[in-house]
C-alpha cells in the first residue's frame, strides 16, 4: 500500500515490556505496519508515534517474539512481549528453510548472542559447554587457534570427524587454510545472531553426503525495516596469564642425577647457570578487540554493518593474530514483498605469526644448568648443545629461546564469505516460494612465509645451506549455487498445515597452491629444497526435498530425502541417497492433558535418518587411475642426468559412501509456563561401509594401504538438558542451564574377512622413537583405545620398571600381554551454565566436566627416563615425575602412563553493570569483566587434563585470561 | 552432473590413460622403477612416500634391505628403540612386526610398479622402448629374488597378466618363482646392453648374469637343488666378458666419488641434491656416527648414534695390516654389554660422504655416496666359492688368484696373500665378511652356510644372549607380514610363526 498518502494525525504512546518480567524493554523496533515509518522504544520502555488510527504496529525485539498490535483509534497502549525461548513459538533453522519449534521433529541445539560464551574469539567457543553432545575441545593456547568440536562423538575412523559449517546457507568447505590456524577465525563472532546445531539425521540428512557428523548452522545479526539507526561500539581488553607449568627437575636436582647416574661423563658436561626455560619461553601479554556495528535501515533497505579488530599476543613468546575483520548484510524487500533479497558480504584479513612451538617441548627437555646465551657461541649468540669440531649436534634439543627468535613463521589471510539470497513469493500462488541462493567462500594467502636464519644452530648444514626459507601461498574458491521450491499452505478444514520444499544444489571447491623452499640467504639461492605447486578441485551435485504435514497442531510427520553427487567416486558409485522420517506428538495439546495445568510442554520426537560422508581426507581422485610427477629432489640418476620421475598412484575404484543409520527418539518438556523446561534424548547410530586405510593385498596395488569401505561402528548415547528460571521479577532475573551426555562408541567390524586372531589398526602415534603408537582400532572396543601393558607396582606403589602382567599367563610377556583401556572419549560430559540478573547487574558463569575420558602421558614418557639424560655429548632434562618411577629406559607402553584425566574447567566468569541514559546520549553502557579458564579440578598429573585425541605432548598451554569490556550502545 | 566426472587439473598429475601417449613418459616411469630403490617417494627426503603404515625413512629399500640382512647377523647391532626394530639384534620378529612388513611392502611395490610398465610398454614397437622393458623385468626379478631370499615360495605371485584391483594373488612355491626369476633373466639377456654400456645408475646385461649368478649360488638354500656349474659359468662370464677391474683403492667404493670407482657392475646412485632420503646410504652413513666420532669427518652435520658391529666381527680381521679393518675405537667397548648404547661395540668407519681427495659431499644433511649393489669383487668370491663347492668349469688356481687380487688391494702388497692349502669354504665365507660387510648380503651367506641359525657359530645377542645362542631354523625366512594374511586369504603363514 502507498502509506506516504494517507493521514497521519494520530499519536499513540506507549511502553514495552517484557510479558513474563515485566521488565521495560529497550531499543525494540517498532514499526507502523506496511510502511518504514517507525521507532524504537526508550530506556523506560517508552515509545510515541505519528499515525492513523487505524494502523497495526509491529514490534520486533531480538530473542522476543514479533507482535503484531491494531491500534484500533488508541491513543496509549501496553505492549507486552514474550521471550521466545519461553513461548517455545522460536523459529528454528533447519536447512533451506525454518520451521517453528512446535513442529519441528529433530534434533537441535540452539544458542543465541546474548547467551553466548564471552570472550571467545572463535564461533566455536561461543556455544562450548552448552548443548548436550555437542564437545568443543579447544585445540591449544595459541592465538587464533580454533577448537575441534564433535558432536556425538562423530560417527567416522579416518575419515573427517568435523562436522559441516553453513554460515547464512553457504556450506564452508573443510580442511585448512595455509597459513591458519583456524578455518572459522575469519568469522568475527560479534556478527554472530545465532548458531544452531543439527544432531539427529533427520535434522540434517537434508545436508545429506556431508552431515553424518552433524551441521552447525551460524546466522548473522541483520537490520530491521524501518528501524532507527543503532550504532554500537563494544572494546575487549585481555590480559593472558600463564595457568601453569610442568615441573621439572630443578637445576640442583638435576646436577646431582646426571652426577649419581653417569659420574664425570656427565658432569663434565654440566653448565653454571640456572634456567627456566618455561619462564624464558611465556609471558604475560595483554590483547585488545574492538567492533563497531551499525544497523538500521536506509529508505526501504534494512541493513547491519560491523568492522571489528582483534590483535591477540600469545603467551608463547612471539606467536600473535591480528584480525580484521568487516561486514554487510542487505535484506530488502521488493515488488510489494513478493521478492525478499538477502545480500551477505562478510570479509577478513588475519594476520599470524606462529610460535615454534618445538619450543615447547624442548623448554621442559632442556639442560637447566645452562644458558639462553652464550658468547662465544656462533650461533647468534644463543647455547647450542655442539660436538667436538664446535658443529651442533643435530639430534639433541634446541635451545628453546633460538627456537622462537630465530624463527619468523608468518601469514596474511584474506578470506571473503558471501551469499546472495533471492525468495520471491509467486504473486499468483502466494504459498510458493522459489529461492535461488548463490555463494562463495574465497581466500588466499599469499605471502605465507617461515624463515630460520642461517646461523640457527637448529637449522645448521654447513656455510651455504644452513636455515631455511619456506615460501608458500594457497587460494580457496568455492562457488555454491541452490535453487528450491517451498509450497507451505494451511487447510483449515483438515486442521493441518503442509509444507513441502524441493531444490537442487551445485558446489564446486577449487584449490590452489604452492609452496618453494630453500637456503636462508635470499640473494643466493644455493639449493631448492622443494618447489611444489598443485592444484585440485572437486563437485557435489545434489536433489533434495522435504515434506512436513501437521494435524492439529499436535501430530507432525516429516520426511526428507537427499541425492548427492560427489566427484571424488567413480561413476557406478557417485550416487549416494540419504533419506529420513521424523514424527513429533505434541502431547500437551492433548485433550487429556488439560489436568496437567503446570505442564507448559511435553512433546515426543522419534526419527530416522541415514546420512553420509564423503570428507575422505585422501584427495579428490582416490577412485582414478593416475600418475604424479616427482619433485627435483627425489630425482634418479641416468648417466649424466637426472630424471624426474611419474608414478602411479594406488586407486579404488570401487569406492563409495560411507553410510551412517540414526536412531533418535527425544521427549521435550515444560513446566511453569516452560520456566522449566528441557529435552530427554537418546540416539543409535550405525555406520556401515567405513571409510578406512586399510592394508591390500600385496601385489594388486601401486601402494601397500588403501582407502576403502571396510568396517562397521556403532556409537549410542543419551543427552538430558534442563534450563530452570527460579526467579523472575522486575528486578531479578536467574536462569540456571544444566546438561549431561553420555556417548559410546564400539567397533563392530573392520575386516572384509572375518578374523578372530585380528587384533586392529594401531594408531595414535607418540612422541619418542619413530613409528611407536599407543592406542588401537578393533572390534568389540571403543575407538583409539589406549593399547598397553599393564604396569606391576612394588609395596609401596611405585612402577617396578619393565615388570608388567603375563595376562597370556604363557611365562613371557610378548605383545599379546598388552591390553586395551580406556579411551580417550569420556564416558559423561556435564555442561553448567547460570545467569542472574538483579537491577543493573548481571552476573553469570559457565562451566564443563568430562568423566571418564583418559589422556596418554607422552610428556612424563617421552623424557622421564635417566639413560637418555646424558646421549654422548648432550644432556637433557626430564619431567620430575621420575623421581616417581625411577625408570632407566623408556617404557613407553606402561599403562602406568595412562590416565583418567575426567575434570571439571571452570570455562567463565563474568560479572558485568549497565548504565542507561549516559549523558543523555548513550541509551545504554555495560561494562564488564570476566575470568576465561578460570580454574580447572582434575588428578591429571600433565598440565592439562583436556586434551583432544588423548595423548599429552606439545601442548601449547592454555592461558587464562582477564577480560575487561566496555558495551556502549548509541 | 557432468561436472562430477572430473579428472586432475594439475600439470603434475596425469590420468593412466594418457600418459603412455607420450612416448617421453616411458624413460620417466622407468626412472620410477630405479627410485623405487633409492628414494622412498615423490619428493626428497620425504613428503609423499610410495608406502605406508611405517616412518617413510624406515621405508626405502636399501635401508630395509640392511635392516633385514645385517642386524640379525654377526656384522651389526642397532641401538635405537623403535617398535620392531630391537628385535633384529636378537633375531626376534614376529608377522606384525612393522620393518618386515615394510621390506615386503616395498618389495611388492617395486613388482606391481614394474608389471603396469611392462604391460603398458609390451605392444610398443620402439626398441628404445623394448630395451626400458627389458630394464623393467630385469628390476622385477631383482625384486622377486629378494622376495624369495627374504620370504620364500608363501609369497603372492603376480605379473604383467594381473590387474589392478580387487584380486587375491595365489603363492605358487618356491620353485615356481626361482624357474621365473631364471627364465625371465634368460629371456632379457640379450635385449639389454652389453656389460658397460648402459647409463650409469641403470642395469645391464652384467647385472643380468650376476643376478643369475646369486640364485644359483644359493640354489640349494632356494629349491633344495645345487646348482653351482652355472654360478660358475655366470660368474666367469661377467669377468671374461664385463671388463670390469678391481677400484685400486677399497675405501673409494663407500665414498662421494664412487661413481667413478670401478669394478662397479650395479650402482644406486645418491645425490645430496637430486637423490634424498633417510634411507639408502644417507641413512648407512648416519647411523653409524656417534659418540666420539667427527660428524665432518664423514661428510655429514651430526650422526644419529644407530649401528656398531659385534666383537666376533671383529676379530675376524688382521686389523694392524687389512685396510678394510675400518673401525672406530676411540670411547666405544669392544663388547657389546648394552645394546641401546651406542658406546658399546666398535664402530664403523667404512661408509662416508667424503671423496676419496677428502672434499666433502656436495651436502651434508643427503649424502652423494652410491651404493654398489652388485661389484667384481663380489664376483670373484662367488666364483670361487662356487668352484670350492663342486661347479663344473672352475679353475682353482683361478680362484686362489681372484681371492689373492681381492686380498692384495686390502693389505697394499702380497703379504696377505693365501695359499691354495687356505682356500677352503669358511675362508671364502669370513673373506665376504671382510669384504662385503655392511653391504647387506651378510644374512644370505649365513644362511648358505649353515650358520645363521645353529650353535656352530654364535655372537653376541644371538637369540638374546649376550654370549649368544642357537635359535630356532625358521628364523630363516621371515614371516609373511600379517597385514597381508589377513587382506590375502590365499596366502599361508611360514612354518614357525
Given amino acids: ?970 | 552432473t557432468d561436472d562430477l566426472s572430473t579428472s586432475p587439473i594439475d600439470d603434475s598429475e596425469v590420468t593412466s590413460d594418457m600418459i603412455y601417449e607420450d612416448p617421453e613418459n616411458f624413460r620417466k616411469v622407468l626412472a620410477k622403477l630405479y627410485a623405487g630403490l633409492a628414494v622412498t617417494g615423490q619428493e626428497g627426503p620425504a613428503g609423499s612416500p610410495d608406502i605406508d603404515g611405517i616412518d617413510e625413512g624406515f621405508s626405502s629399500y636399501i635401508r630395509q634391505l640392511w635392516v633385514t640382512q645385517e642386524l640379525p647377523t654377526d656384522q651389526a647391532v642397532v641401538a635405537w628403540p623403535d617398535p620392531g626394530l630391537p628385535g633384529f639384534n636378537t633375531q626376534s620378529w614376529s608377522p606384525g612386526n612393522d620393518f618386515v612388513m615394510g621390506m615386503y611392502s616395498r618389495i611388492f611395490y617395486q613388482i606391481t610398479l614394474a608389471n603396469e610398465f611392462i604391460r603398458n610398454a609390451r605392444d610398443e614397437d620402439d626398441p628404445q622402448i623394448q630395451q626400458y622393458m627389458a630394464e623393467a623385468r630385469f628390476l622385477r626379478a631383482f625384486s622377486y629374488w629378494h622376495a624369495l631370499d627374504l620370504f620364500g615360495g608363501n609369497i603372492p605371485f603376480v605379473t604383467e597378466d594381473d590387474p589392478i584391483g580387487a584380486f587375491e594373488p595365489e603363492p605358487v612355491g618356491s620353485e615356481e618363482i626361482f624357474s621365473y626369476i631364471e627364465s625371465e633373466l634368460m629371456d632379457i639377456e640379450d635385449a639389454m646392453p652389453a656389460p658397460q654400456e648402459n647409463q650409469y645408475g641403470r642395469a645391464d646385461r652384467a647385472g643380468v648374469w650376476m643376478l643369475l649368478a646369486r640364485l644359483y649360488l644359493n640354489a640349494e638354500v632356494y629349491i633344495d637343488e645345487p646348482r653351482y656349474d652355472e654360478a660358475v659359468t655366470y660368474t666367469q662370464r661377467i669377468i671374461d666378458e664385463g671388463g670390469y677391474e678391481l677400484n685400486s683403492t677399497y675405501d673409494q667404493l663407500f665414498l662421494a666419488d664412487n661413481d667413478e670407482a670401478d669394478g662397479v657392475i650395479f650402482a644406486i646412485p645418491f645425490d645430496g641434491n637430486n637423490t634424498q632420503s633417510f634411507g639408502g646410504t644417507n641413512f648407512i652413513i648416519h647411523a653409524a656416527v656417534g659418540g666420539s666420532m667427527s660428524a665432518a669427518d664423514f661428510g655429514i652435520s651430526g650422526g644419529w648414534e644407530g649401528h656398531r658391529v659385534t666383537p666376533e666381527f671383529v676379530d675376524k680381521f688382521d686389523k694392524d695390516n687389512d685396510v678394510r679393518a675400518m673401525f672406530h675405537t676411540d670411547g666405544q667397548n669392544r663388547d657389546v654389554d648394552n645394546l641401546g648404547d651406542f658406546n658399546e661395540g666398535y664402530a664403523v668407519t667404512k661408509w662416508r660422504n667424503v671423496t676419496s681427495t677428502g672434499e666433502p659431499g656436495s651436502r651434508s644433511a643427503y649424502v652423494d655416496t652410491d651404493f654398489p649393489m652388485f661389484r667384481l669383487a663380489d664376483v670373484y668370491l662367488m666364483y670361487a666359492e662356487a668352484t670350492l663347492r663342486g661347479g663344473a668349469g672352475g679353475d682353482m688356481n683361478m680362484a686362489l688368484n681372484l681371492v689373492n687380487d681381492i686380498r692384495e688391494r686390502a693389505y697394499g702388497d702380497e703379504t696377505g696373500h693365501i695359499t691354495s692349502d687356505e682356500l677352503d669354504l669358511d675362508f671364502i665365507l669370513d673373506e665376504r665378511a671382510r669384504e662385503l660387510y655392511w653391504e647387506a648380503q651378510r644374512r644370505t651367506d649365513l644362511i648358505r652356510y649353515g650358520y645363521y641359525t645353529s650353535a656352530d657359530y654364535v655372537w653376541a645377542w644371538k637369540g638374546d644372549t649376550q654370549e649368544g645362542t642357537s635359535t630356532s631354523e625358521h628364523l630363516k625366512l621371515y614371516p609373511i607380514p600379517s597385514s597381508d594374511i589377513n587382506s590375502n586369504p590365499n596366502l599361508t603363514q611360514n612354518p614357525g610363526y
Avoid: C
Avoid at chain 1, 883 to 891: I, K, L, Q
Fill in chain 1, 1 to 970: 500500500g502507498n502509506a506516504f498518502a494517507q493521514a497521519r494525525d494520530h499519536t499513540v504512546e506507549g511502553q514495552v515490556i517484557d510479558a513474563n518480567t515485566e521488565e521495560e524493554l529497550v531499543g525494540v523496533n517498532i514499526l507502523v505496519e506496511g510502511t518504514t515509518i517507525g521507532t524504537t522504544s526508550d530506556s523506560d520502555g517508552n515509545f510515541r508515534l505519528e499515525t492513523a488510527p487505524d494502523d497495526t504496529l509491529t514490534f520486533s525485539y531480538i530473542g522476543y517474539q514479533s507482535l503484531e498490535v491494531p491500534i484500533e483509534g488508541r491513543s496509549t497502549i501496553t505492549v507486552e512481549m514474550m521471550d521466545e525461548s519461553i513461548v517455545g513459538d522460536e523459529v528454528v533453522f533447519i536447512g533451506y528453510g525454518t520451521r517453528q519449534v512446535e513442529d519441528n521433529t529433530g534434533s537441535i541445539g540452539r544458542v543465541t548472542a546474548d547467551q553466548f560464551n564471552p570472550g571467545s574469539t572463535s564461533p566455536g567457543e561461543l556455544f562450548q559447554g552448552r548443548i548436550p553432545g555437542v564437545d568443543v575441545t579447544s585445540s591449544d593456547g595459541a592465538p587464533g587457534s580454533g577448537p575441534a568440536i564433535r558432536i556425538r562423538g562423530g560417527s567416522s575412523l579416518s575419515a573427517s570427524n568435523d562436522p559441516l559449517f553453513v554460515i547464512d546457507g553457504v556450506p564452508i568447505a573443510p580442511g585448512g587454510i595455509s597459513g591458519m590456524r583456524d578455518p572459522l577465525n575469519s568469522i568475527n563472532p560479534n556478527d554472530i545472531e545465532d548458531i544452531t546445531v543439527l544432531k539427529d539425521a533427520s535434522a540434517t540428512a537434508i545436508y545429506g553426503s556431508r552431515a553424518s557428523n552433524g551441521v552447525i548452522v551460524i546466522t548473522t545479526k541483520q537490520g530491521q525495516a524501518g528501524q532507527p539507526l543503532q550504532l554500537n561500539y563494544e572494546s575487549k581488553l585481555s590480559y593472558q596469564t600463564q595457568r601453569e607449568t610442568l615441573d621439572v627437575l630443578e637445576p640442583d636436582q638435576f646436577r646431582q642425577v646426571i652426577d649419581d647416574r653417569f659420574g664425570e661423563r656427565g658432569t663434565d658436561r654440566l653448565g653454571d647457570h640456572e634456567t627456566d626455560w618455561q619462564d624464558q619461553i611465556y609471558s604475560n601479554v595483554l590483547s585488545h578487540e574492538h567492533n563497531i556495528s551499525l544497523s538500521g535501515a536506509y529508505r526501504e533497505v534494512p541493513f547491519h554493518t560491523s568492522i571489528g579488530f582483534t590483535g591477540d599476543e600469545g603467551i608463547l613468546n612471539t606467536s600473535s593474530n591480528d584480525r580484521l575483520a568487516g561486514s554487510l548484510r542487505l535484506t530488502p524487500r521488493f515488488l510489494d514483498d513478493n521478492l525478499q533479497v538477502d545480500l551477505n558480504l562478510r570479509g577478513s584479513r588475519v594476520e599470524n605469526r606462529f610460535a615454534n612451538t618445538e619450543a615447547v617441548n624442548t623448554a621442559i627437555a632442556f639442560d637447566p644448568t645452562q644458558p639462553v646465551m652464550d658468547e662465544d657461541s656462533p650461533f647468534g649468540g644463543y647455547f647450542a648443545w655442539t660436538d667436538a669440531d664446535g658443529q651442533p649436534i643435530d639430534i639433541a634439543p634446541a635451545n628453546p629461546v633460538a627456537l622462537l627468535e630465530q624463527t619468523r613463521d608468518e601469514s596474511t589471510v584474506y578470506r571473503s564469505v558471501g551469499n546472495l539470497q533471492l525468495d520471491y513469493n509467486m504473486p499468483f500462488l502466494q504459498d510458493l516460494t522459489a529461492t535461488l541462493n548463490l555463494g562463495y567462500d574465497y581466500s588466499d594467502v599469499s605471502d605465507g612465509r617461515n624463515f630460520v636464519t642461517d646461523n640457527a644452530a637448529f637449522d645448521f648444514e654447513g656455510d651455504e645451506f644452513s636455515g631455511s626459507r619456506t615460501e608458500y601461498d594457497q587460494r580457496r574458491e568455492n562457488q555454491l549455487l541452490d535453487f528450491y521450491l517451498n509450497y507451505e499452505t494451511e487447510l483449515p478444514d483438515l486442521r493441518s498445515n503442509f509444507d513441502a520444499t524441493a531444490g537442487y544444489s551445485w558446489e564446486h571447491n577449487y584449490e590452489e597452491g604452492e609452496t618453494f623452499t630453500t637456503n636462508y640467504n635470499i640473494e643466493d639461492t644455493v639449493v631448492v629444497h622443494s618447489d611444489t605447486d598443485y592444484k585440485t578441485e572437486n563437485y557435489l551435485v545434489s536433489f533434495f526435498g522435504r515434506a512436513n504435514y501437521s494435524l492439529m497442531n499436535r501430530y507432525s510427520l516429516t520426511a526428507t530425502m537427499r541425492a548427492d553427487g560427489s566427484s571424488r567416486f567413480a561413476e557406478d558409485n557417485r550416487w549416494g541417497y540419504f533419506p529420513s522420517m521424523a514424527f513429533a506428538w505434541n502431547m500437551h495439546r492433548e485433550p487429556f492433558m488439560e489436568d496437567f495445568g503446570r505442564l507448559s510442554q511435553l512433546r515426543l520426537r522419534i526419527g530416522y535418518g541415514v546420512t553420509g560422508q564423503q570428507e575422505i581426507l585422501q584427495g579428490n581422485y582416490p577412485y582414478l587411475a593416475r600418475y604424479t610427477f616427482g619433485e627435483t629432489s627425489a630425482q634418479y640418476r641416468f648417466g649424466d642426468d637426472f630424471i624426474r620421475t611419474y608414478r602411479p598412484e594406488g586407486y579404488n575404484l570401487d569406492l563409495k559412501w560411507e553410510e551412517t543409520k540414526t536412531y533418535n527418539i527425544a521427549l521435550d518438556y515444560g513446566f511453569y509456563d516452560n520456566r522449566l523446561r528441557g529435552t530427554i534424548e537418546a540416539y543409535h547410530r550405525e555406520t556401515e561401509d567405513l571409510l578406512n586405510v586399510v592394508p591390500v593385498a600385496a601385489g594388486t596395488n601401486f601402494t601397500n594401504r588403501i582407502i576403502s569401505n571396510v568396517g562397521d561402528l556403532e556409537v549410542q548415547g543419551i543427552e538430558l538438558d534442563f534450563t530452570g528460571v527460579p526467579v523472575a521479577t522486575r528486578d531479578a532475573y536467574w536462569e540456571v542451564s544444566f546438561n549431561v551426555s553420555h556417548n559410546v562408541n564400539e567397533i563392530t567390524r573392520l575386516t572384509t574377512v572375518d578374523d578372530p586372531d585380528y587384533i586392529g589398526v594401531e594408531t595414535g602415534d607418540i612422541a619418542g622413537g619413530t613409528g611407536n603408537t599407543i592406542q588401537i582400532h578393533s572390534v568389540g572396543n571403543p575407538r583409539s583405545a589406549f593399547y598397553v601393558y599393564e604396569q606391576v607396582y612394588d609395596e609401596e606403589g611405585n612402577p617396578v620398571e619393565g615388570a608388567y602382567v603375563d595376562r597370556t599367563g604363557d611365562g613371557r610377556i610378548t605383545e599379546d600381554d598388552k591390553y586395551r583401556l580406556g579411551s580417550p572419549d569420556p564416558d559423561v560430559t556435564f555442561g553448567l551454565s547460570s545467569r542472574f540478573q538483579y537491577q543493573n547487574w548481571d552476573f553469570s558463569f559457565s562451566a564443563r566436566a568430562q568423566v571418564g575420558n583418559y589422556v596418554y602421558n607422552n610428556v612424563d614418557s617421552e623424557y622421564g627416563f635417566y639413560s637418555m639424560m646424558l646421549y654422548n655429548q648432550y644432556l637433557r632434562n626430564s619431567p620430575a615425575s621420575i623421581t616417581e618411577t625411577n625408570f632407566v629406559d623408556p617404557r613407553f607402553h606402561s599403562d602406568h602412563y595412562v590416565e583418567d584425566a575426567s575434570f571439571l574447567r571452570m570455562d567463565n566468569i563474568t560479572v558485568g553493570y549497565t548504565f542507561e541514559n549516559l549523558f543523555d546520549v548513550v541509551p545504554s553502557m555495560r561494562v564488564s569483566g570476566t575470568v576465561n579458564n578460570a580454574f580447572v579440578i582434575t588428578n591429571y598429573s600433565g598440565l592439562d587434563p583436556e586434551v583432544f585425541g588423548g595423548i599429552d605432548n606439545q601442548v601449547y598451554p592454555r592461558p587464562r585470561t582477564w577480560i575487561m569490556s566496555v558495551n556502549i550502545d548509541f
